[in-house]
């Protein structure tokens, strides 16, 4: 199944709904509804209508997460020797996951404008990276069964405020900022997803590839992200977990790159589907 969340045309009030080709099949509910009550099958939930995707607004398929989006620092080799290029530092890599959060606020549509203050940050940067969607609460599990608790795979792309990130000396201001998490633009569930390790990810500004990386090159892959991140602390249906960047950011490129008024980010998963989010400047 393709979830997604949308507004009907004249309406503004999200509504769950079925990608089919080329419209979408409108079910009750929200889609955390939907995860909440353990991802029942969508047979016993009767379509209320059909609109076609070209007359939809898309919203976030989970639009106001109950809780921080959990994300996955230094995943990949080739962002970790980036990065160490950029700062003239060491490569390091981590010996467990590099845990950080983004909160509700950042989170927007897979379509949406990303804000950017300017009073606030100069440097604002892309990262595509795949998003996994809990389905089933748990605390302390295992890596063999963690798999079982994924309701379904998204796209995220972690946009940065390098300059406020540096500042502060952590990863959570600089990637937390409003409307700095546009995700969509459907979650896929596992059964046609397939194993989320082997997928071609890619992001584009104004039509020129700036990623284009495999999610099989993670560092951690998801099932030990989810084990990792579940011991001690509990995990709950309808949490989203970011997995981490492939190299290819703006900061790490000669000279540094970063977004402008107007620049249009284009981030894709296979299996998934693309994003497509144009910078607006105000300040």
């Keep these: 199944m393709r979830y997604l969340t949308f507004s009907a045309p004249g309406e503004t009030a999200p509504r ?3 990608l089919e080709g080329d419209r979408v099949a409108t079910l009750p509910g929200t889609l955390i509804d939907l995860i909440r009550s353990g991802g029942a099958a969508t ?3 009767k379509a209320s209508g059909y609109h076609r995707i070209d007359e ?3 919203h976030a398929p989970i639009p106001r997460p109950s809780k921080n989006v959990f994300c996955v620092g230094r995943n990949y080799l080739t962002h970790i020797e980036e990065g160490a290029r950029a700062r003239g530092v060491e490569v390091k890599i981590p010996a467990a ?3 950080f959060t983004k909160a509700p606020t950042a989170v927007t549509g897979p379509f949406d404008d990303i804000p950017w203050d300017r009073s606030v940050t100069q440097q604002v940067d892309w990262e595509a990276e795949l998003g996994v969607v809990i389905g089933k609460t748990g605390r302390n599990i295992p890596k063999a069964a963690a798999l079982d608790h994924v309701f379904g795979y998204t796209v995220i792309n972690d946009v940065t405020a390098r300059d406020v990130q540096n500042r502060h000396f952590q990863f959570f201001k600089g ?3 409003d409307g700095f998490c546009p995700i969509g633009p459907v979650v896929v569930t596992p059964d046609e997803f397939g194993h ?3 997928k071609h990810l890619t992001l584009k500004v104004n039509g020129v590839f700036k990623q284009n990386g495999n999610t099989r090159d993670m560092i951690f892959a998801v099932d030990a992200i989810i084990a990792s991140l579940s011991h001690g602390m509990t995990l709950e249906a309808g949490d989203i977990i970011a997995c981490g960047t492939p190299d290819g950011c703006g900061f790490g490129r000669t000279p540094p ?3 402008q008024d107007g620049d249009i980010m284009e981030t ?6 693309e994003m497509r989010n144009r910078i607006a400047a105000h300040s």
Excluded: Q
């Design 16 to 18: 769950l709904g079925i």
């Design 175 to 177: 990637k937390t900022l």
């Design 56 to 58: 939809i607004r898309w």
């Design 257 to 259: 790159e970063f977004l």
């Design 43 to 45: 047979g016993g939930l």
């Design 97 to 99: 996951p590099v845990f």
């Design 268 to 273: 894709a998963i296979e299996g998934i589907g």
């Design 196 to 198: 989320p390790h082997g």
